[in-house]
């Protein structure tokens, strides 16, 4: 099936630690992105990108990390300088033209112990 | 900046009811405006669409109202049912901007 795999489902982080978080699409869209979910703040961007090597911050930007080596994947690293990362993590995929549907995956909640 | 303002934050509707959410937005160049359903701890998923170029769109029982002028525009669900029961998102994009913008979502519980 055609479609956006994020991975884990559940991630659970230690203080100081690193962690990354999978997204993968098959839908052959040249856009992906990264939004943060917190109850009562919607859908905030983190990273977005167009095309492979190529990435731009989005409104929270700061304590992650993102890399777009091959079209299908868009990983984000969840870096110790975060300093609230307990959330629930989208991925999307789009194409950039008119009329243009996001898909979103399934969500990895990232909670600190 | 939050360009595209979303209320209310919660709604409560009996079965049958018809919930209303709105949506106002700032940026003219917008010409795309979805929105999208999500259930707990699932991904959101596109529910209906419309473009500037018409006031209204109707699937199924999902209603899109859309005043340009106003730059507002609103979802009304029709004879709701206890499994509408989500977070619904309004979004907006347009000119160079491939992206969506999102509303901060209305939480509506349709209670039997």
């Known amino acids: 099936d055609g479609g956006i795999t994020q991975s884990p489902k559940y991630l659970f982080r230690k203080e100081g630690q690193n962690v990354t978080l999978s997204c993968e699409q098959n839908?052959?869209?040249?856009?992906m992105y990264w939004y943060r979910q917190d109850p009562g703040q919607g859908l905030r961007l983190i990273y977005y990108?167009?095309?492979?090597?190529?990435?731009q911050k989005g409104d929270i930007a700061e304590g992650y990390s993102v890399s777009r080596e091959k079209k299908e994947s868009f990983p984000l690293t969840v870096t110790s300088a975060q300093k609230n990362p307990t959330a629930f993590y989208l991925c999307?995929?789009?194409?950039?033209?008119?009329?243009?549907?996001?898909?979103f995956g399934q969500g990895t909640r990232l909670t600190v112990v | 900046q939050q360009q595209v303002k979303q209320s209310p934050q919660s709604l409560i509707v009996q079965k049958g009811g018809i919930p209303i959410i709105n949506c106002a937005y700032e940026?003219?160049?917008?010409?795309?405006f979805p929105w999208y359903q999500q259930f707990p701890g699932k991904g959101p998923a596109l529910l209906i669409a419309?473009?500037?170029?018409?006031s209204e769109k109707k699937e199924g029982r999902f209603t899109i109202s859309f005043n340009k002028s106003a730059k507002q525009f609103s979802l009304h669900i029709m004879d709701s049912q206890p499994g509408d029961s989500a977070t619904y998102f309004c979004?907006?994009?347009?000119?160079?901007?491939?992206?969506?913008?999102f509303g901060k979502g209305t939480l509506l519980t349709v209670n039997p």
């Open positions: 999307a995929s789009s194409t950039t033209g008119m009329n243009t549907e996001a898909f």
């Open positions: 839908l052959n869209h040249d856009a």
């Open positions: 990108s167009q095309i492979v090597n190529d990435f």
């Open positions: 940026n003219t160049a917008f010409d795309y």
């Open positions: 419309i473009r500037p170029d018409v």
């Open positions: 979004a907006a994009k347009g000119g160079s901007n491939y992206k969506l913008t």
